[in-house]
């Protein structure tokens, strides 16, 4: 049973913008610590990109801080991610995933989440 799914990948060229939504279930969305994004290019180790947990803290990537905006719609157990200015460095496959109790001291530690989505794809061309 799928629990987490993405959406709003795309192609973009350098400078554009994209939103990404994760439809998180009931259970899941009601049962998580946190919820977060992460990506992993091809060749490269998954690494975080943003988390919110249960208080509403938000922890960014360096990487992305500044153009980057995570949010989560509570009422539609829906997470977001909204891309702006971006660069061919943040092409990669987006996942979105919910965190077990020890994520809040590790936000952007992905050993701290044990459910995933399927991911959607982020291509930024130069």
């Known amino acids: 049973q799928v629990q987490l799914t993405e959406s709003g990948g795309g192609s973009v060229q350098a400078g554009g913008s994209l939103r990404l939504s994760c439809a998180a279930s009931?259970?899941?969305?009601?049962?998580?610590?946190?919820m977060g994004w992460f990506r992993q290019a091809p060749g490269k180790e998954r690494e975080g990109v943003a988390a919110?947990?249960?208080?509403?803290?938000?922890k960014y990537a360096d990487s992305v801080k500044g153009r980057f905006t995570a949010s989560k719609d509570n009422a539609a157990y829906t997470l977001y991610l909204h891309m702006t200015s971006l660069k061919p460095e943040d092409t990669a496959m987006y996942y979105c995933?919910?965190?077990?109790?020890?994520?809040?001291?590790?936000?952007?530690?992905?050993?701290?989440?044990?459910?995933w989505g399927q991911g959607t794809q982020v291509t930024v061309s130069s």
């Open positions: 995933a919910a965190g077990g109790i020890d994520c809040r001291s590790f936000l952007l530690d992905d050993r701290e989440y044990p459910d």
């Open positions: 009931h259970f899941i969305y009601s049962t998580s610590y946190c």
């Open positions: 919110i947990d249960l208080d509403g803290s938000i």
